[in-house]
């Protein structure tokens, strides 16, 4: 389906206001026709309510629905654990099926939005084609969801682009901090605390999100696809180049354990040989950006001051 006043794809981007769904819209606009909804937006759907997803498909024309919409609050989902009545498994599991239906229904695609926490980081980097979960007991609940989520998606639509991304990071954005802004909030307060050095991650450049999927849709691709940067990386290589790059002190950065971290029962499973490998997309044409090259760009966007 296309606009008919524009003649380009027509999109639906569900949880348009969020800090990677707003930056994708924002990049996308010109080559894609957006229907922009949102839980308080202007087109208003709540994804946890049947009628309201019903509503919003009925009421707009679109060809691609894009799922942004998602609980990602890691550790507060956590404390929900194995609770299906929790907002996580309600907005991650359930939210996913009533959009699903209605794809299925209306003879929609959908693009699922997803991460590296599906995995439990006992083999990491880790491929398409690696086995999800593995150790649940290792996977964190916000994790599970999206697991669950992603096989709902594969069992019951013929049509789908499941996205994994990890470690998401932009320009200037208020409303929510990522890997960047947290680091230099913590830094200038005088509160950050040590940076894992032994967990193996791959940071997900927001500004990819439009580049990569244009090319997914124009490829006309199905299946799951990862974007992240093709360079590893750990917490805390990561943190000492941001404050490097934005003129902070590096030395006053102190190196911290995941496996120690992880020894006390109270704390969140986070996978520790985690990260996503990208020779997939890079196959179609698209080479992600280099997590270093992406804190450059991001300085350039906010002019040094991204606080």
């Not at 695609?109 to 083999?123: E, M, N, P, Q, Y």
């Not at 996977?139 to 789908?160: C, D, F, H, Q, R």
Request: hydrophobic share 40%; net charge positive.
């Amino acid at each position: 389906m296309t606009s008919a006043s524009s003649g380009m794809t027509a999109c639906a981007v569900i949880g348009a206001s969020s800090m990677v769904a707003s930056r994708f819209c924002d990049l996308a606009k010109n080559h894609l026709a957006l229907v922009k909804g949102d839980l308080n937006g202007k087109i208003s759907i709540d994804i946890t309510r049947e009628k309201s997803v019903s509503d919003f498909f009925k009421n707009h024309k679109f060809d691609w629905v894009f799922l942004f919409s998602a609980f990602t609050d890691v550790d507060e989902a956590e404390k929900q654990r194995s609770s299906k009545s929790g907002l996580c498994w309600k907005i991650n599991v359930e939210g996913v099926k009533n959009v699903a239906s209605e794809c299925i229904k209306h003879k929609k695609k959908l693009l699922f939005i997803s991460t590296d926490f599906v995995f439990d980081g006992a083999r990491g980097p880790y491929d398409e084609n690696s086995p999800q979960g593995g150790d649940l007991d290792k996977v964190s609940w916000y994790g599970i969801t999206k697991l669950e989520a992603e096989k709902l998606i594969g069992k019951n639509l013929n049509k789908y682009i499941i996205l994994r991304i990890s470690y998401p990071f932009r320009g200037p954005f208020k409303e929510k901090d990522d890997q960047v802004k947290r680091i230099l909030r913590l830094y200038d307060a005088g509160n950050l605390y040590p940076m894992f050095s032994d967990q193996t991650i791959t940071p997900t450049f927001i500004d990819d999100l439009a580049p990569a999927i244009s090319i997914l849709i124009n490829k006309n691709q199905n299946g799951i696809f990862h974007l992240a940067s093709p360079r590893t990386t750990n917490h805390f290589e990561f943190a000492k180049k941001v404050l490097e790059i934005f003129g902070r002190e590096p030395a006053k950065l102190e190196k911290g354990s995941i496996v120690d971290f992880l020894k006390n029962p109270s704390a969140t499973p986070r996978p520790i040989n985690a990260g996503l490998k990208v020779e997939k997309l890079i196959k179609l044409g698209f080479l992600p950006t280099d997590w270093e090259k992406a804190i450059e760009v991001v300085f350039s966007q906010s002019g040094g001051r991204l606080i």
